[in-house]
């Protein structure tokens, strides 16, 4: 075999790449069980219990707990312990005002970026959530979150993508306990399917506006679950731009 020919064989030989931490997996283990309501919001969460139903030791157990600390579905108190995180109207409106920025600002990116991959990706995934949508709240939560993280990846920004990532398990956590209706999901869906006919006819703006008055609607529904009363669409948009209501 010449020189050349061994160059050739070593480039198509694919790279071993590097086995994900335990800690990595007990951290998806465990934030799926929070977002699923397995584990429920202010439940206090007990290492030793936790290591035991993973199968693995408490220190992957603790680096996890740290991990989703940084994520804040979990709450570590000094003395007390490891709980999982709660939410009241002010967090949420703060929680979903940001998601809003990230995800209409990603979409923005996106379309500038690669606008015909973004929207291909989109109506995607749409298509895909069609046929689940008759299978009822719980099983549309996966492509639902599915639609919505596609924005943030073809925006091809990892800043966007990080700082997203910080939110979304609590978006999801919330969307799991207040979505309970086929109005909702349907809602959604034809929120979903609204982005995407907006790119294709070329109205970017229409499109961004349509996923934040999805991400509004979100918040109002959100807020209800927790029996409050949301912000009106006003007093939202100048919440997030920071403004204060000008008095008279």
Do not use: C
């Amino acid at each position: 075999m010449t020189a050349g020919e061994t160059s050739r064989s070593a480039s198509v030989i694919d790279r071993i790449g590097r086995p994900r931490s335990l800690a990595a997996i007990a951290a998806e283990q465990i934030r799926e069980l929070i977002i699923s309501d397995r584990l429920h919001l202010g439940q206090q969460l007990s290492e030793a219990s936790l290591a035991e139903q993973l199968g693995i030791s408490r220190t992957p157990v603790r680096d996890a707990l740290l991990r989703l600390q940084a994520e804040r579905l979990v709450e570590i108190q000094p003395q007390h312990g490891s709980f999982v995180f709660r939410y009241d109207a002010g967090q949420l409106r703060s929680i979903l005002g940001l998601r809003e920025v990230l995800e209409v600002g990603a979409l923005r990116v996106a379309l500038k970026t690669n606008r015909a991959r973004t929207l291909e990706t989109l109506a995607a995934e749409v298509t895909a959530a069609a046929p689940i949508l008759a299978l009822g709240p719980e099983a549309f939560q996966a492509p639902d979150n599915a639609f919505h993280g596609a924005i943030l990846e073809a925006s091809q920004n990892p800043e966007l993508i990080d700082a997203y990532g910080r939110i979304v398990g609590r978006v999801r956590a919330i969307r799991f306990r207040v979505t309970r209706t086929m109005t909702q999901i349907a809602k959604s869906q034809a929120d979903h399917q609204a982005v995407v006919d907006a790119i294709r006819a070329g109205e970017d703006g229409d499109a961004e506006d349509v996923l934040a008055r999805h991400v509004y609607n979100s918040y109002v529904v959100f807020t209800e679950g927790l029996g409050g009363v949301a912000d009106d669409p006003k007093s939202w948009r100048l919440h997030l731009s920071g403004s204060s209501p000008a008095t008279t």
